[in-house]
């Protein structure tokens, strides 16, 4: 019951962090921001215990931890570049976090795989193909950065394709939205000005949270 109020409350505090990112209240809007993965942080922490748990909760506080690295991001490059490790680590610890839930021994529908694994290298590809001659010194960090989000896409469809339905479909989408958001980062700051960068950049990331969050607790609920 707590866990579901908490997620509850997520939902309602991310929207009205939303709606004053709109009306462009940075000074309020970063007070708020380090409540948003904090809350999803009380949910998980408060939920049943299961095998995963702990995976989950070091995946978020890496996330909390780079999002209070990059509200400092405009005071210089380095505070962007731990910013990315942070979340560099908490893609990683996705990573294991799905692999971990790999578990039913049963085939996969192999088309859709690798359709799957196709798209994700094509957009790998683009991806570099685009923001490569404009990274500079950042280009080994970046380039790392989008090997290790497509890794963690990958497993992901990798467990939409055995786990139960319809907490595969959260996890999926959680993953997808998150590779969109971070995305939406680099080209807004590597390519060119995106308008409404910081709306669109937070919207794909909160819902990306709390996709994979519901996700893996549905995934683990006792039955």
Excluded at 30 to 57: C, E, N, R
Excluded at 130 to 156: D, H, K, N, Q, R
Excluded at 186 to 209: C, E, G, H, R, W
Aim: net charge positive; with cysteine; charged share 10%.
């Amino acid at each position: 019951m707590k866990t579901n109020t908490l997620l509850k409350s997520y939902l309602a505090f991310s929207a009205l962090y939303l709606a004053i990112l709109l009306l462009e209240l940075e000074t309020i809007a970063g007070f708020m921001k380090p409540v948003l993965i904090l809350l999803l942080i009380a949910a998980v922490y408060l939920s049943a215990s299961f095998t995963s748990k702990k995976l989950l909760l070091i995946a978020l506080l890496c996330s909390w931890i780079g999002d209070i690295i990059l509200l400092f991001a405009d005071r210089g490059e380095l505070y962007f570049i731990f910013g990315l490790v942070a979340f560099l680590i908490s893609h990683l610890v996705y990573i294991f976090l799905f692999n971990k839930q790999l578990k039913p021994k049963k085939d996969h529908n192999r088309a859709i795989y690798w359709s799957g694994v196709t798209a994700i290298i094509a957009y790998l590809m683009i991806f570099l193909s685009i923001l490569l001659p404009s990274l500079g010194e950042l280009t080994i960090p970046v380039f790392v950065y989008a090997l290790v989000i497509s890794t963690m896409l990958l497993f992901a469809l990798k467990g939409f394709l055995i786990w139960q339905k319809p907490a595969s479909w959260y996890v999926l989408l959680g993953a997808i939205v998150f590779v969109s958001s971070d995305s939406i980062l680099a080209f807004d700051k590597f390519y060119s000005p995106i308008m409404y960068n910081s709306f669109f950049i937070m919207v794909t990331y909160i819902l990306a949270q709390y996709l994979i969050v519901v996700g893996i607790l549905k995934l683990n609920q006792k039955k």
